[in-house]
């Protein structure tokens, strides 16, 4: 089992950082990582991130079942994140958030599929998905990110935002940061002109870094 207090700590350093970079506004967004195989960490449900204690964060069971007695409820979208931690078991820590560009892919349930960066090829082999719409809080929600989550690291969320996932939080903020700056050099760059996408050959080149690390 992982330290909670530490991991308490880092979830309200993230959220501190996700609502003053503008990733998330007002009680949006959410926050979770795995402590141990069966319980979960997760932010609470209505709480601005940008205003978190430690003493609001919720620990559940993978089912959702509160475990610690507490005034706050988990988050309403803790559906999600347990999908992922149900498929892969080599996940630590999700992000969800409706940072601006990649939530206007999102809007237009367009795929991040311009392989314009290095960075974006070599972390995420140059493509998100979006997941088809699903309504908030429901359980539509995890079912309609199921067909991606083995494959993908990240997921647009038709019309509400994306998520990120990877074996730590900071792994996974990272993922985020990422996606959006993706999304905002391809949406800055195509008011300008036509982005020049990576050829075949590069990808490749960017790919076998992989191998190296």
């Known amino acids: ?15 501190r950082i996700m609502y003053e970079r503008g990733y998330i506004s007002g009680p949006d967004g959410n926050i979770s ?56 078991e080599d996940i630590g820590a999700c992000v969800h958030a409706h940072s601006p560009y990649a939530t206007t892919f999102a809007v237009l349930r367009k795929p991040l599929d311009k392989p314009i960066l290095a960075e974006s090829v070599f972390i995420f082999g140059g493509y998100i998905p979006v997941a088809p719409f699903a309504t908030p809080s429901t359980v539509e929600v ?24 990877d074996k730590d939080l900071e792994m996974a903020f990272y993922k985020l940061e990422i996606v959006e700056f993706w999304a ?30």
């Open 184 to 213: 905002k050099t391809l949406f800055l760059s195509s008011q300008i002109g036509t982005p020049q996408v990576l050829s075949h050959e590069e990808i490749q080149k960017v790919l076998s870094l992989r191998k190296s690390k």
């Open 33 to 88: 990582v795995r402590v141990d195989k069966d319980k979960i960490l997760t932010t609470p449900s209505g709480v601005s991130k940008g205003f978190l204690h430690e003493d609001m964060l919720v620990l559940i069971d993978m089912e959702g079942k509160i475990l610690e007695k507490t005034d706050y409820k988990p988050s309403s979208e803790i559906k999600m994140h347990l999908k992922v931690y149900q498929e892969r």
């Open 1 to 15: 089992m992982q330290d909670i207090k530490s991991l308490k700590s880092q979830i309200c350093r993230i959220g």
């Open 142 to 165: 995890p079912e309609s990110i199921a067909p991606f989550i083995k494959d993908y690291d990240a997921v647009l969320l038709s019309n509400h935002g994306v998520l990120t996932y």
